[in-house]
């Protein structure tokens, strides 16, 4: 005899695809919105909430301390600090290390500090730091950029025929190199872009078709901007989407 299997609550009511309970219909996308948002906020907060009880710099209590910077190591840990002690430690060094860590700090973190503590521009610690890598940045660019495009000039130079060259013998990753290179230099100074461009034109016929793919790829970028962000003495350039080209 074979019995009829008997059916929980939640099976009986009428949801076929999932067999789950019907959520109340007081209960609407806007009240889950909100619980989502509210329960994301409580566990951001707990995560970084600080483990430690006395500030690494100044040695007070986390506790007495108004405004406090967490900063959440590599494994885990979530480490308080005086916020504006910490700041003044920061503005007598180049290369920033956390103090306890000795992690390097990144440009984020340290405009993330800045931010908490309303740091007028003319006393920010990241725009001094800005600058002095920026100088490196573009420095390292322009150096760069002589040296790949003498190499990329001999690889073309070596057969007048072939406009492939410089791919077809293996060379595809240096060539690809100045590509990217040359995009930076649009994004950040097109005068120095277009001095380079125009060079290699007036080259010859073979580097024609090498000036038009700088010029066609460039056009993506042309209403971006390229922000430098840095972490320790690694610069890291980022070219910033205003609005994302249809070309591409």
């Known amino acids: 005899m074979n019995r009829r299997k008997r059916r929980t609550r939640a099976q009986k009511r009428p949801c076929k695809r999932h067999r789950t309970m019907i959520p109340s219909r007081q209960y609407g996308k806007k009240h889950s ?20 009880t006395r500030c690494a710099i100044t040695l007070e209590p986390i506790s007495d301390i108004a405004c406090v910077f967490v900063k959440i190591t590599e494994s885990g840990f979530a480490r308080g600090y005086h916020a504006q002690m910490l700041l003044n430690f920061f503005a007598t060094r180049v290369i920033l290390k956390w103090p306890v860590s000795r992690e390097l700090v990144s440009s984020v973190e340290l405009r993330r500090l800045e931010s908490l503590l309303r740091v007028p521009p003319r006393e920010s610690v990241h725009r001094r730091l800005f600058r002095i890598w920026n100088r490196v940045f573009f420095f390292t660019l322009q150096m760069s950029l002589e040296s790949m495009q003498q190499k990329v000039i001999q690889d073309i130079e070596r057969d007048q025929d072939n406009d492939n060259i410089v791919v077809s013998r293996g060379e595809g990753s240096r060539f690809t190199s100045f590509l990217a290179s040359m995009l930076y230099l649009f994004v950040a100074s097109k005068p120095k872009f277009r001095s380079i461009k125009n060079d290699l034109k007036r080259r010859g016929q073979s580097f024609v078709p090498v000036a038009n793919l700088l010029e066609t790829s460039s056009r993506g970028f042309a209403q971006h901007t390229l922000i430098l962000g840095w972490i320790g003495q690694s610069v890291v350039p980022i070219i910033h989407n205003y609005r994302l080209p249809s070309n591409l």
Do not use: L
């Not at 906020?41 to 970084?48: N, V």
């Open 33 to 52: 919105a909100a619980a989502t948002k509210i329960q994301r906020a409580f566990r951001d907060r707990k995560r970084k909430r600080p483990m430690n």
